[in-house]
């Protein structure tokens, strides 16, 4: 279906407003279809790429301000999502060494097994999100990037 079948607009003001309104959209029925994914396992879309992180730092530990510069929301509350996954049990806490005051985070290993069992859905529903072949993937991937230059 067409970004015009989809919100109902056969016109736009230029070509690059409705490649921003495809993009918007398409990221909002992306991070849905993730969302429902993620519900059976009681994490939100925040959560797990949080989780994502802990798991390329570990076995370190990481802070928490070092995790909000990684996120793809830049807008989370870290604080209150690591909280979540803390009282899960998928993160554990600790007092930073250098700094008392600080804390630093690092994934455990139930949060590590719940990501081992994600993964192959993830890959699946990546696949299948994007129907594209790998060279147009690239491509896609490479004009995103473009945008943000």
């Not at 909002?28 to 879309?45: A, C, D, M, S, V």
């Not at 076995?59 to 509350?77: F, Q, T, V, W, Y």
């Amino acid at each position: 279906m067409t970004i015009e079948e989809e919100i109902k607009q056969s016109k736009f003001k230029s070509p690059h407003q409705k490649a921003v309104l495809n993009l918007l959209f398409t990221a909002n029925w992306i991070q849905n279809k993730q969302r429902e994914l993620f519900e059976p396992y009681g994490i939100t879309n925040q959560q797990y790429n949080i989780l994502r992180i802990l798991r390329g730092q570990h076995p370190n530990s990481i802070s928490g301000a070092e995790i909000k510069s990684r996120m793809l929301d830049k807008n989370s509350d870290v604080s209150r999502l690591l909280d979540r996954l803390i009282g899960k049990k998928l993160a554990i806490k600790t007092q930073c060494p250098e700094d008392k005051r600080a804390s630093n985070v690092s994934i455990s290993s139930t949060g590590l097994d719940l990501l081992q069992k994600l993964d192959i859905d993830i890959n699946n529903m990546d696949k299948q999100l994007i129907s594209l072949s790998r060279e147009e993937a690239i491509q896609l991937s490479s004009l995103l990037d473009k945008c943000r230059d």
